[in-house]
């Protein structure tokens, strides 16, 4: 149960937090916010984010803190930087209303492992492709982090990756549950729905890193290399997905080489164009330094992801 007596009863309820503040915690290894315990007292709850003038200070206040003003200082983070408020304000436009649960991902990382910077994340990410190449991939033990992610996320990266069965993220790299926030349709390409979804990881979980995930042989990319070379028609809603993948096949017709690879891998770096250009928020995260899209093939054969942007 809730000591209420302890509880801050500000109205402010803690809406994003940066990936500064949460290095912070961390780093000092504050755990100091009691989350909520009790599932009868779920519900939508306003989400007010306190955002002053330039030089002064940012608040999220955790709603379950324990103690008071001596924590409000771990949860004030000065953002002096105009860019950041902006995202920090279109956040808060997007996610005004959150469940208990969403408002717990303000708190402390779960997994503080995972608060790094987007160089840092691209390391790990192929760290962990080499273990798996290699046949070295780690133990995950999935049961004792299971209490801290049930109250939340703090994912170092994000996949958008082909839908294709053989082509699995978290294998790949070597990670565990709450690693990484994957977006999946076959031929890995952005559109508005995974847009919104990295917005979502990198406003609000602090994510620092993307990576467009394509692979060899992929079998979407493939139709509509047949889609622009032959004509070939396709049934349902297969040439919504040939139509959004038509513009690499095209930028790939003239290159020299084999066309699918060569489609595949245009197929990759216009969609990192995409996400970095796209979408205020992830153009001006990639500004301020706090994100970077990066782009990637995965070989069938191997295993081993080569980077390609
Ligand atoms: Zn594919």
Redesign the pocket.
């Known amino acids: 149960m809730l000591r209420r007596s302890r509880v801050v009863r500000q109205p402010e309820i803690p809406l994003i937090e940066t990936r500064n503040s949460q290095r912070n915690k961390a780093q000092s290894g504050f755990n100091g916010c009691e989350r909520p315990r009790s599932s009868r007292s779920e519900g939508i709850w306003l989400a007010i984010c306190v955002i002053k003038p330039k030089h002064q200070r940012i608040i999220f206040r955790a709603p379950m803190c324990t103690q008071r003003d001596d924590h409000l200082a771990i949860h004030s983070t000065n953002l002096a930087r105009r860019s950041f408020l902006r995202l920090a304000s279109a956040a808060a436009l997007s996610f005004g209303f959150l469940t208990r649960s969403q408002a717990a991902e303000s708190n402390a990382p779960p997994k503080p492992q995972n608060v790094l910077s987007h160089e840092e994340a691209l390391e790990r990410l192929m760290e962990g492709n080499d273990r798996y190449v290699e046949g070295k991939v780690k133990p995950h033990d999935y049961i004792s982090e299971r209490p801290a992610l049930a109250l939340g996320q703090n994912p170092f990266a994000g996949i958008l990756g ?3 069965s053989r ?1 699995g993220p978290e294998y790949a790299f070597d990670v565990g549950r709450g690693d990484i926030f994957v977006c999946r349709v ?3 390409f952005a559109d508005d729905y995974s847009i919104g979804s990295f917005e979502y990881a990198v406003a609000v979980l602090g994510t620092p890193l993307i990576l467009v995930l394509g ?1 060899s042989k ?4 493939d139709a509509a290399v047949k889609a622009v070379k032959d004509g070939k028609e396709f049934s349902g809603h297969i040439p919504l997905l040939v139509d959004a993948i038509r513009p690499a096949v095209k930028a790939a017709q003239d290159q020299a080489g084999d066309l699918l690879d060569n489609a595949i891998k245009q197929n990759v770096i216009l969609n990192v164009e995409k996400l970095k250009t796209a979408s205020p928020i992830l153009s001006d995260a990639i500004q301020e330094g706090e994100l970077n899209v990066a782009g990637g093939i995965y070989s069938l054969d191997t295993g081993r992801v080569t980077l390609v942007t």
Not at 218 to 221: I, Q, W
Request: aromatic share 0%; hydrophobic share 40%; charged share 10%.
């Open positions: 082909c839908a294709d082509v076959a031929g890995n692979h992929c079998g979407a990319v």
